[in-house]
């Protein structure tokens, strides 16, 4: 029996852009795949409500919509969802397509990540995001980020939420408290098994991001704080060689780095504090409905 394909989807207020996408996939699984799909939506506590008995898409064979009481951003709504498909589909093999609701993530590369899954069923596929079409005051900002991950990581992150994990990689990053701070992270960090592809991020169907400056602070943070460990490791060794660099020198300017990387990592600390309560509290509270 060949396991079955599950869509996980983070949605605050995008229904319009929801729908437009799950059309669009839909029309990829009726003509390319001749598969179908469930698909499980977490509402991020959006304001505004959806019908989607007003139109029919026929290759998704069950939705679930698992409804949070507070707004948690989608990096702990997946966790969220990649909890409850956990929970659910104890011992049977699956996969699970993570895709923004947005239209960012390019539904057109699914069928090469299925084909590339039955290849190498033992392998987990992110995407690498490409040529992006934000502001410019996003991609200068957002090379920085992936720049400092380098530095701390020592690893490439340039990857989002778009990604296919089969069912073990699943279960193993359910179990991790880091999913809780952010999903790409922690799927570096636990699955080494993982096939990278590359596809353009996408403008938007509608709408303007939610994202802005001190969002993108708030999530870089929320993603070091997945790789503490490693970031604390890597700050000790550039203090220490900074020292060897500096000594009998400036001490001012060993203050200062030394200050940077302090509040640098006090700030991810404070970001990863109590990590597995909160994400056991929001899972609980959940309202799960079957349409």
């Known amino acids: 029996m060949k396991p079955k394909i599950i869509i996980l989807t983070p ?19 009726e003509k390319n795949l001749k598969k179908v799909f469930e698909l499980i939506i977490v509402n991020d506590c959006s304001k505004e409500n959806f019908n989607f008995k007003k139109y029919k898409l026929k290759m998704i064979k069950k939705i679930k919509i698992i409804s949070l009481d507070q707004n948690i951003g989608s990096q702990r709504a997946i966790a969220i969802g990649i ?32 084909f590339l899954s039955e290849k190498k069923p033992k392998f987990s596929i992110a995407v690498n995001r490409g ?35 089969n069912s073990k990689h699943l279960r193993m990053l ?29 403008k938007r169907y509608s709408g303007i991001s939610k994202m802005n400056f001190f969002g993108l602070i708030k999530h870089a943070l929320r993603v070091f704080s997945a790789l503490k460990q490693k970031v604390i490791l890597s700050s000790v060794f550039y203090l220490i060689l900074f020292y060897i660099i500096n000594i009998n020198n400036n001490e001012l300017f060993f203050f200062i780095v030394s200050s940077i990387l302090i509040l640098f990592n006090s700030l991810i600390f404070f970001q990863s504090f109590d990590n597995k309560k909160k994400f056991i509290k929001n899972f609980k509270k959940a309202k799960i409905k079957t349409l």
């Not at 949605?11 to 699984?29: A, M, Q, S, T």
């Not at 993570?98 to 299925?114: A, R, T, V």
């Open 174 to 202: 359910s179990n991790q408290n880091e999913l809780w701070s952010a999903f790409p992270p922690t799927l570096s960090k636990y699955v080494p098994n993982l096939i990278h592809l590359t596809s353009n991020r996408e």
């Open 131 to 165: 040529q992006r079409k934000e502001d410019l005051w996003f991609r200068f900002f957002y090379e920085i980020y992936c720049f400092t991950i380098k530095i701390f990581y020592f690893k490439k992150i340039r990857f989002g939420n778009f990604s296919l994990l």
């Open 11 to 29: 949605v605050y207020n995008d229904w319009k852009n929801l729908e437009k996408l799950l059309k669009k996939i839909n029309k990829i699984f």
């Open 83 to 114: 909890k409850y498909i956990n929970h659910i589909y104890k011992n049977k093999k699956f996969k699970t397509i993570i895709i923004d609701s947005d239209g960012q993530d390019n539904p057109k590369i699914i069928p090469k990540m299925l």
